[in-house]
């Protein structure tokens, strides 16, 4: 089969097609056949060389966390996958350095969710990463303020959604352009980010904030006292003040929690968007358009 990888560091141009053997699924596997590949922040941060230090001697490695297919393939004691299903799901790149930019992956039989009906497959693709890390960093409840930070990004514009679904009231924080966009999403009231965030909107007055731009402890002061403050990387998480609970997104794949989600899809909750498709071939031109920056929606390859 056909896998896309780096066998060196360095920038977009070391993406190279390689053949490989196609994966067998062992006990409580499956295989699937790729439909669609996201782009995600993390193939760039492993292709450029900041898991260095974490990855094994071999021979090259296939970037790739989370995918759209069909059930090629079952291992043995796997009871609830159809070969035909058409499935997405959620890799542990860092345990196997084999990822979802190939013909086929293999995956853990409870890592993967049956995808939405009604959905192209390149779009459902884009679900599993930034939903998961947008369901585990909102807790909103009903009445509650929460400004979500990054909110026309990937996984800032599913906190908007999340959050207003459950009854909070959204802040949006984006880019001027992008007021339209974010309140499609569920936002009730709308900040062009800049540097006066707090002085525009008060000291103390939200309950929550979402950080999916990583403003830090600038906008802490934001938050009333004994509020909350989810970080999605901890190296931005400010120190907690004023009884407000600072915590990160500790993100994993997870199924069910997944399936769940798919079902939000289904029932109109969750929108996706796709900015551009690739061709398998083509995805150092993908990175390199990634490293642009200014996507409002994911890029995804399609092997």
Known sequence: MRAVGFSRFGGPEVLEVFEVPTPVPGPGEVLVKVAAAP???????????????????RAHYVPGVEFAGWI????SHVSRAEI?????????WLSTFDGSYADYVVVDAELVAVA????????AATLP????????????APGQRVLVTG????????AVQLAAARGATV?????????QLVRSLGASEFAARGEDLVARLGAGSVDAVIDAALLGATILPLVRDGGAFVALLPPVAPPAERGITVSTVQQSPDGRRLAELVDMVEAGTLSLRVAQTYSLDQAADAHARFEKGGLRGRLVLLP
Request: hydrophobic share 55%.
């Open 116 to 123: 939405p009906t009604g959905v192209e497959l390149s779009a």
């Open 72 to 75: 090629e393939d079952v291992g």
């Open 84 to 92: 035909g299903q058409a499935v997405v799901g959620l890799l542990p």
């Open 171 to 179: 802040i949006a924080v984006a880019g001027a352009d992008d007021e």
């Open 129 to 140: 990463l930034n939903a998961i890390t947008a369901d585990l960093a909102v807790a909103a």
């Open 151 to 158: 909110a026309a990004g990937g996984v800032g514009g599913y």
């Open 39 to 57: 782009v995600n922040p993390v193939d760039i941060a492993a292709r450029a060389g900041a898991f260095a230090a974490m990855l094994p001697e």
